[in-house]
């Protein structure tokens, strides 16, 4: 028998046979790109995650080699998928860029995303699906600086430090930047041990600054808390690369100085009114307490208030 010869191209009708008989029709050319676009992103290692606002997420950090490095692929791979998830009704993308891969967010711009925030080792892009103008939260756009205004009771002096890099050697409270994930009071402690060598206790949250347009905050907004910390050691030995001069001083001589910095003056007036008056007048103390999410715990700081309303249920 002579085997069957394949028909010309371009011959007969186009498309696949059919099982029985017949044939499928051609498949639609967008089909075939969502298709081969699904398949890259499968392979590629990427799982674009749901979150519970109507959003999803997708990190570049999961894509396997080498096609980590086809750029094209992926460029198709995301117009797909973004088209498939304006289908699903999603409300906006996150899409997540280590450095040593943003050649990629050339590819996400073109396709309209834009930079939502960057941190040490990656940057976030974002689209909004949804109708109308992005609802998206801004990244965090404050600073938080914290110092310790640590009294001696027994001698009603208080350490104050001169910073070694300001053009104005004024007296000023010890302190500096809170870590990420540090609460208020440790960052207190913390700074006032390193600049001085002070141990202390946190005590309550004294004041309050809020400046915005900050020229030490890259322009954006400045939180600046002062609290009252108690010692537990007393001999100074400061650190010679952060402060010019480090000093327990009597607590009416820094209210009446010139010498100190105008948040410092103010601060050691209130400081002044709770040593000679009571703490209870002036402090800001804090409660922790669960917070809705299983197994976090969140500090509420507030003035004391009598036991009698705190144990009304």
Same mark, same amino acid.
């Given at each position: 028998?002579?085997?069957?010869?394949?028909?010309?191209?371009?011959?007969?009708?186009?498309?696949?046979?059919?099982?029985?008989?017949?044939?499928?029709?051609?498949?639609?050319?967008?089909?075939?790109?969502?298709? $081969?676009?699904?398949?890259?992103?499968?392979?590629?290692?990427?799982?674009?995650?749901?979150?519970?606002?109507?959003?999803?997420?997708?990190?570049?950090?999961?894509?396997?080699?080498?096609?980590?490095?086809?750029?094209?692929?992926?460029?198709?791979?995301?117009?797909?998928?973004?088209?498939?998830?304006?289908?699903?009704?999603?409300?906006?993308?996150?899409?997540?860029?280590?450095?040593?891969?943003?050649?990629?967010?050339?590819?996400?711009?073109?396709?309209?995303?834009?930079?939502?925030?960057? +941190?040490?080792?990656?940057?976030?892009?974002?689209?909004?699906?949804?109708?109308?103008?992005?609802?998206?939260?801004?990244?965090?756009?404050?600073?938080?600086?914290?110092?310790?205004?640590?009294?001696?009771?027994?001698?009603?002096?208080?350490?104050?430090?001169?910073? $070694?890099?300001?053009?104005?050697?004024?007296?000023?409270?010890?302190?500096?930047?809170?870590?990420?994930?540090?609460?208020?009071?440790?960052?207190?402690?913390?700074?006032?041990?390193?600049?001085?060598?002070?141990?202390?206790?946190?005590?309550?949250?004294?004041?309050? $600054?809020?400046?915005?347009?900050?020229?030490?905050?890259?322009?954006?907004?400045?939180?600046?808390?002062?609290?009252?910390?108690?010692?537990?050691?007393?001999?100074?030995?400061?650190?010679?690369?952060?402060?010019?001069?480090?000093?327990?001083?009597?607590?009416? +001589?820094?209210?009446?100085?010139?010498?100190?910095?105008?948040?410092?003056?103010?601060?050691?007036?209130?400081?002044?009114?709770?040593?000679?008056?009571?703490?209870?007048?002036?402090?800001?103390?804090?409660?922790?307490?669960?917070?809705?999410?299983?197994?976090?715990?969140?500090?509420?700081?507030?003035? +004391?208030?009598?036991?009698?309303?705190?144990?009304?249920?």
């Amino acid at each position: 028998m002579l085997p069957r010869r394949r028909p010309p191209s371009g011959s007969g009708s186009k498309g696949r046979h059919r099982p029985g008989g017949g044939r499928f029709p051609p498949p639609c050319p967008a089909m075939v790109r969502l298709w $081969r676009a699904r398949s890259w992103g499968a392979l590629a290692g990427l799982r674009p995650r749901p979150d519970k606002f109507g959003g999803v997420s997708v990190d570049l950090a999961e894509l396997r080699p080498p096609l980590r490095l086809e750029q094209a692929a992926f460029g198709r791979w995301l117009r797909g998928a973004v088209a498939r998830w304006r289908e699903e009704g999603r409300l906006a993308v996150w899409l997540h860029v280590p450095i040593l891969q943003s050649r990629f967010a050339e590819a996400a711009a073109s396709q309209g995303f834009a930079f939502h925030h960057a +941190e040490e080792g990656s940057s976030t892009l974002t689209l909004w699906l949804g109708e109308g103008p992005s609802r998206l939260p801004g990244y965090a756009t404050h600073q938080l600086g914290v110092a310790g205004a640590v009294l001696d009771e027994s001698t009603g002096k208080v350490l104050v430090v001169q910073d $070694r890099n300001k053009t104005l050697n004024a007296w000023k409270f010890p302190g500096g930047l809170s870590n990420p994930g540090e609460d208020i009071g440790d960052t207190a402690v913390r700074e006032v041990f390193e600049e001085t060598g002070i141990k202390s206790e946190f005590k309550s949250i004294l004041s309050i $600054r809020q400046q915005h347009q900050h020229p030490g905050a890259f322009g954006k907004s400045d939180m600046y808390i002062i609290c009252r910390l108690e010692p537990s050691s007393f001999n100074i030995s400061f650190c010679q690369q952060e402060c010019l001069r480090c000093e327990w001083m009597d607590l009416m +001589e820094l209210v009446r100085t010139k010498d100190a910095t105008p948040i410092t003056s103010n601060v050691a007036k209130l400081l002044l009114y709770g040593y000679r008056e009571g703490f209870d007048k002036i402090d800001i103390t804090m409660r922790e307490f669960p917070a809705v999410y299983t197994g976090r715990f969140y500090k509420l700081y507030h003035r +004391e208030l009598p036991e009698s309303y705190r144990n009304i249920t």
